[in-house]
């Protein structure tokens, strides 16, 4: 009688200790299946923080979705889920361009826009700088898209002034973008581009309402980088948004054993609006938003500290 007792008490007392253990220390039990690369979901919707995009006045969040890698992977039902994922989070700025993925990017975000399309700041990009040519590829892409307009429609990767003058011939593929913003197409017009040189000309020109430009500290994809602090205080005196893109120079820049939070939070302390990240798992999505969530500047040390990670100082 004793001994079972001494049993019943020793029985007892290690489930109060479990008790107590997962009263102070509750986790998300996650089993994770062979080939399953998922984290376990966030259990809590971090806010993000936001900036407003320029003369658009629109509020986006510090994180925004790229659609670069979405499709690339052949699992539809994941893909979506990565999409629906990120809205859910608050993501609210979505890019993608017919380029990407042969065009699968922007069908696979159409089937969320279906159902979703209001709750989204879409962009879209044209890669065709004649005027004949955008028309077409617009229509294209609508159609892909599954909605009737765009909220920001790009020339996609100006890279020198040969293009530009393409772009702004008199059959160019501006006039083009002037005459959809006219007709509520597009709500607004802007400029992709690796080199912030042609984007200082384009801003002369004074009508596009946003820049799209590479920014990441190993100036990976840069082109004419002295040019960037120039292009972002013109950008801001004319109240033009500006958005980061190829923050992880294609995830490259992880290999040297930087944290994406880091990236971001490089970009970010720049004055942009947000950063476009292409991610492939949900969980990229929510460590992302948690980045965006918990952003604090960086200081000048620690950009240049970062920097010198990539190319370090003799």
Known sequence: ????????????????CLILFFTVYPFNIHTAAAGDETRP??????????????KTGKEIPLFSLGGAYIGRQGNFQKEIDVINRAIDMGVKYIDTSPRYVGGLSERYIGHVMKTRRNEVFLTDKC??????????????SLRNLQTDHLDLYLHHGVFNENQLEEVT???????????????????????????PKILLKALDLGVYDCMVVT????????????????????????????????????GKLLRYGVRMEDLLRY????????????????????????????????TVEEKSKLENIFSPKK
């Open 1 to 16: 009688m004793k001994r079972t007792l001494v049993k019943i008490l020793s029985s007892m007392r290690v489930l109060l």
């Open 41 to 54: 979901e966030t259990s809590v919707l971090q806010q993000m923080q936001t900036r407003r995009l320029g």
């Open 127 to 140: 890669h065709d700088f004649t005027y004949d040519g955008a028309m077409r590829l617009v229509q294209r």
């Open 169 to 195: 011939s008199e059959r160019g593929a501006l006039k083009a973008f002037l005459e959809l913003k006219e007709k509520k197409v597009v709500n607004y017009i802007g400029m992709s581009s690796h080199s």
């Open 215 to 250: 920014l990441n500290p190993a100036g990976d994809a840069m082109l004419d980088r002295p040019y960037l602090d120039e292009f972002m205080k013109k950008a801001a005196e004319k109240g033009v948004g500006v958005i980061a893109i190829h923050t992880a120079g294609g």
């Open 267 to 298: 970009a970010l302390s720049y004055p942009v609006t947000t950063a476009v990240v292409s991610v492939s798992e949900i969980w990229h999505v929510e460590e992302n938003v948690m980045s965006a969530a918990n952003f604090k500047s960086m």
